[in-house]
């Protein structure tokens, strides 16, 4: 702590003189601790003198060395020093430094002149870590930051058939589809050709595709936005899965049965080739599906080392039409990112009994109980594959 003091002029002598006398106490008291400091350290040094003259008396009469008489005394001095210093050095409280201050201007004092500073803690820039006690106020986004979308779906390539039972039947023609053929009657008067037709009877069986989620009450009140959130998420797990499972039907075995034969080792050739056999067939593909891996291969064949053949567009953005076919994304775990997916997409359908709903419930197990809400979302589905060699799995 620094004390400085300038002398100034008050030209009041009244509150001068009052001033004066109570500075006069304080510094009488000041002083007189000052004295008794004093008399100990005169007190000290005649101890000092004493344990001197002993050790000189001692050494004599012990016969002691003088290296011993030397190392005696130092000692002693270190004894007392510690002393001396201990009262010098130690930090001297605020009513000390002032009375030091009142005596050394105590001239000036008695004639009216006099101020003095006291140098204090510089005030700081504040911070919430250095001057607030507690939290700061919280602010949060209430649109959580969801994981990404699957952007296509099996919905979005095939129609939804609404049934009035969880079992759907359809009849699919066989192959070959009958005996018999169409031909001239070249010799007149003779029976023109007969023919018949094979069918086969399929069944579907819907079921419910469903999940839910149980979550406290306390949750959806604090959270505004828990409700929709959850809806969302419990939509986006089911179309996933709904997906995943009918892609899973379809390229699986006794799903799409189109031939996959192709000479070539160029993946954009090879989906040419797969469209060929399909239309070889009598059927007109429509949509040509694989993961992103393989939508980037064809993104990436380069003039370099292949030219893009007749027929094949690339949009700036990236979107792709082989023979004005498009070529569609769909990031689905059912494909591996070596498949590629080419058919007619009219020859599947999605069968519903019940649409896809969520529905939120408190009269659900023990929810009345725990305070809980369960949300449940379902649909009662199955999947017709109408015509498997209308569809091509093949590799990339």
Not at 125 to 150: E, F, H, I, K
Not at 210 to 226: K, N, V
Not at 251 to 280: P, R
Request: some cysteine; hydrophobic content about 40%.
């Amino acid at each position: 702590m620094k004390l400085n003091f300038l002398a100034v002029f008050f030209y009041d002598p009244s509150p001068t003189d009052i001033l004066i006398g109570a500075l006069d106490t304080k510094m009488t008291a000041a002083l007189s601790e000052a004295q008794k400091a004093n008399v100990e350290l005169v007190k000290l040094n005649q101890k000092l003198e004493a344990e001197v003259a002993k050790l000189n008396a001692d050494g004599v009469t012990k016969g002691a060395t003088i290296e011993q008489i030397l190392e005696d005394v130092k000692e002693v001095k270190a004894k007392s020093n510690r002393i001396i210093t201990t009262q010098e050095n130690r930090v001297k409280s605020v009513q000390e430094e002032i009375a030091i201050g009142f005596k050394a201007s105590f001239d000036d004092v008695k004639k009216g002149k006099f101020k003095f500073d006291i140098d204090q803690k510089a005030a700081g820039t504040m911070t919430a870590a250095n001057n607030l006690t507690g939290d700061v106020v919280v602010s949060y986004n209430l649109v959580p930051a969801v994981r990404g979308r699957q952007a296509v779906h099996m919905r979005d390539l095939v129609s939804t058939i609404p049934s009035a039972t969880g079992l759907w039947q359809f009849y699919r023609q066989n192959t070959p589809p009958g005996e018999g053929s169409i031909d001239f009657q070249t010799t007149h008067g003779n029976a023109k050709n007969q023919l018949d037709y094979d069918l086969t009877a399929v069944n579907v069986t819907a079921e419910f595709l469903a999940g839910y989620s149980r979550i406290a009450r306390q949750m959806l009140q604090d959270l505004p936005f828990m409700q929709t959130f959850v809806n969302n998420e419990l939509v986006e797990d089911y179309m996933r899965t709904e997906s995943f499972k009918f892609f899973n039907e379809l390229a699986g075995g006794g799903g799409a049965t189109g031939s996959s034969t192709t000479g070539s080792s160029v993946t954009v050739e090879k989906i040419i080739d797969y469209m060929t056999n399909l239309m070889q067939n009598n059927y007109q593909p429509n949509a040509i599906v694989a993961r992103p891996a393989v939508w980037g291969t064809v993104l990436k064949t380069k003039p370099a080392d292949y030219s893009i053949p007749g027929g094949v567009s690339i949009s700036p953005n990236g979107d792709v039409l082989i023979l004005g076919i498009p070529f569609v994304a769909c990031t689905t775990n059912a494909l591996p990112d070596n498949k590629i997916l080419v058919g007619d997409w009219s020859k599947a359908a999605i069968i519903q009994t019940e649409g896809l709903s969520v529905g939120m419930f408190e009269q659900d197990q023990d929810n009345v109980i725990k305070n809980l809400i369960t949300t449940r979302i379902e649909s009662r589905v199955g999947f017709a594959i109408l015509r498997p060699d209308a569809f091509v799995y093949g590799n990339t």
